[in-house]
């Protein structure tokens, strides 16, 4: 299964404006489909559970490894080891047909003689360790560390591990879509270009498979039917209701040359927008290896709050603003209105530059960020974990101000009393 069963696509496959042909799709299978008998998981194929909280990555040889049911490794996985952040109606998210949830996944077996699907919303995936053989109802796709992949919501799919374990994390989206971000100013190119995602070749399957389990997330519970045959039995399609992937590293991000900042949201990938214009359901966003030029500035992120909340993901090297305790395959979580910042070790080396720094190339990072107006809440799993970082708030401990007034003692006094400048 390489990449070139992936073909371009000559339009963004999921659609993501009003004038294109979003959402249709035409199937053409060698055979009707039929469900045999339905069924919920036993739980005990949902007992394993892998810790992947910050600033540990989640172990990839867990040692309660999938014993039950190996075919349903990534599967299984993705629902008991996600880091939920839902929306906050108590078991009512997927129903409402709003919110977002985001997974962390640990895998260490293929999915054997069994096939995935989530009927409560699209799937975008980030590999971070190992590759990942994704053979859905429109053919195969490779997804690589470094890659995204968008598994529309009742897509069927079979992941298969060729380099054995693999980890990454999953953001699940409720009720809407991902579609490319509108350039604004920017105007026609930059960002993510239609023309790098890739969707796959229509590719089946037509042997026998006694005992084929199709696994349907509904509802946030998975429920199970048995078939004799594969779910990848369709012969050709047409329309743009497909999975497609991307190569993070064809973003073309875009960033100050001059003085100050861009906020994040200008290295959007993808977004899954609200009725309010700015205001995204969750934003896919990269940081990606750039040059640093600015002026008279702060060059890493600024400290803030953000109407936003804020989960970040790290898929290899390291964080501009962390110089410390950000591991890839870790995970943050600065929720809306929580002030953060770079940690003390990068604000003072920052400093010690003065405003002298020459243009740098921040290389050998790819971070990410999945954003989002919604407020989340965590699930008890990831609280739980014993790789939960308790004295993170310590990276900001010792942060003290440079700034210097070369005033007088009296102007000094006057600013500080609110009185103007005497004439
Ligand atoms: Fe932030």
Same mark, same amino acid.
Request: aromatic content about 12%; hydrophobic content about 35%.
């Given at each position: 299964?390489?990449?070139?069963?992936?073909? *371009?696509? /000559?339009?963004?496959?999921?659609?993501?404006?009003?004038?294109?042909?979003?959402?249709?799709?035409?199937?053409?299978?060698?055979?009707?489909?039929? +469900?045999?008998?339905?069924?919920?998981?036993?739980?005990?194929?949902?007992?394993?559970?892998?810790?992947?909280?910050?600033?540990?990555?989640? +172990?990839?040889?867990?040692?309660? +490894?999938?014993?039950?049911?190996?075919?349903?490794?990534?599967?299984? *996985?993705?629902?008991?080891?996600?880091?939920?952040?839902?929306?906050?109606?108590?078991?009512?998210?997927?129903?409402?047909?709003?919110?977002?949830?985001?997974?962390?996944?640990?895998?260490?077996? /293929?999915?054997?003689?069994?096939?995935?699907?989530?009927?409560?919303?699209?799937?975008?995936?980030?590999?971070?360790?190992?590759?990942?053989?994704?053979?859905?109802?429109?053919?195969?796709?490779?997804?690589?560390?470094?890659?995204?992949?968008?598994?529309?919501?009742?897509?069927?799919?079979?992941?298969?591990?060729?380099?054995?374990?693999?980890?990454?994390?999953?953001?699940?989206?409720?009720?809407?879509?991902?579609?490319?971000?509108?350039?604004?100013?920017?105007?026609?190119?930059?960002?993510?270009?239609?023309?790098?995602?890739?969707?796959?070749?229509?590719?089946?399957?037509?042997?026998?498979?006694?005992?084929?389990?199709?696994?349907?997330?509904?509802?946030?519970?998975?429920?199970?039917?048995?078939?004799?045959?594969?779910?990848?039995?369709?012969?050709?399609?047409?329309?743009?209701?497909?999975?497609?992937?991307?190569?993070?590293?064809?973003?073309?991000?875009?960033?100050?040359?001059?003085?100050?900042?861009?906020?994040?949201?200008?290295?959007?990938?993808?977004?899954?927008?609200?009725?309010?214009?700015?205001?995204?359901?969750?934003?896919?966003?990269?940081?990606?290896?750039?040059?640093?030029?600015?002026?008279?500035?702060?060059?890493?992120?600024?400290?803030?709050?953000?109407?936003?909340?804020?989960?970040?993901?790290?898929?290899?090297?390291?964080?501009?603003?962390?110089?410390?305790?950000?591991?890839?395959?870790?995970?943050?979580?600065?929720?809306?209105?929580?002030?953060?910042?770079?940690?003390?070790?990068?604000?003072?080396?920052?400093?010690?530059?003065?405003?002298?720094?020459?243009?740098?190339?921040?290389?050998?990072?790819?971070?990410?960020?999945?954003?989002? @107006?919604?407020?989340?809440?965590? @699930?008890?799993?990831?609280?739980?974990?014993?790789?939960?970082?308790?004295?993170?708030?310590?990276?900001?401990?010792?942060?003290? +101000?440079?700034?210097?007034?070369?005033?007088?003692?009296?102007?000094?006094?006057?600013?500080?009393?609110?009185?103007?400048?005497?004439?």
């Amino acid at each position: 299964m390489e990449s070139k069963n992936a073909s *371009r696509s /000559s339009d963004f496959p999921a659609g993501g404006g009003t004038n294109r042909d979003s959402g249709t799709i035409s199937l053409r299978r060698l055979s009707p489909e039929l +469900s045999l008998s339905i069924r919920t998981v036993p739980s005990s194929v949902l007992t394993a559970s892998t810790p992947s909280r910050s600033p540990a990555p989640p +172990s990839l040889h867990p040692e309660n +490894s999938t014993s039950a049911a190996g075919y349903i490794a990534l599967s299984h *996985r993705l629902l008991t080891n996600r880091l939920n952040l839902e929306f906050p109606v108590t078991g009512s998210f997927s129903y409402l047909r709003h919110g977002f949830a985001i997974h962390m996944y640990a895998a260490n077996k /293929s999915m054997d003689n069994c096939a995935l699907c989530s009927a409560d919303g699209d799937f975008l995936i980030v590999p971070q360790e190992g590759r990942l053989w994704i053979t859905t109802e429109f053919g195969k796709l490779q997804v690589s560390p470094g890659e995204t992949v968008v598994l529309p919501q009742g897509v069927r799919f079979v992941v298969d591990l060729p380099d054995g374990p693999s980890r990454g994390y999953v953001a699940e989206i409720f009720g809407t879509h991902f579609q490319l971000p509108d350039l604004g100013p920017i105007g026609g190119n930059g960002l993510a270009s239609p023309r790098d995602f890739l969707v796959p070749v229509a590719w089946f399957d037509q042997g026998s498979h006694p005992g084929y389990v199709i696994v349907q997330k509904f509802g946030g519970e998975l429920f199970t039917a048995k078939q004799d045959f594969s779910p990848f039995n369709v012969a050709a399609w047409h329309g743009n209701y497909v999975p497609y992937k991307y190569d993070l590293s064809k973003f073309c991000p875009y960033n100050t040359v001059l003085i100050d900042h861009g906020d994040p949201s200008i290295n959007t990938v993808l977004t899954a927008p609200t009725d309010k214009p700015g205001v995204a359901l969750l934003d896919f966003v990269v940081f990606p290896p750039r040059w640093l030029v600015a002026e008279h500035t702060f060059r890493p992120p600024y400290y803030h709050r953000n109407c936003m909340s804020e989960f970040m993901g790290l898929i290899y090297g390291g964080y501009e603003a962390k110089a410390d305790g950000f591991l890839p395959g870790g995970a943050s979580l600065h929720s809306c209105m929580t002030p953060h910042g770079p940690d003390t070790k990068t604000y003072e080396a920052t400093i010690a530059l003065g405003n002298e720094a020459g243009p740098h190339r921040i290389a050998n990072t790819l971070a990410f960020m999945f954003e989002s @107006c919604l407020i989340p809440r965590v @699930c008890q799993w990831a609280l739980e974990s014993p790789y939960m970082d308790h004295d993170y708030y310590q990276c900001w401990i010792g942060l003290k +101000s440079h700034f210097t007034c070369e005033l007088g003692e009296e102007r000094k006094r006057d600013l500080q009393n609110g009185l103007k400048e005497k004439k």
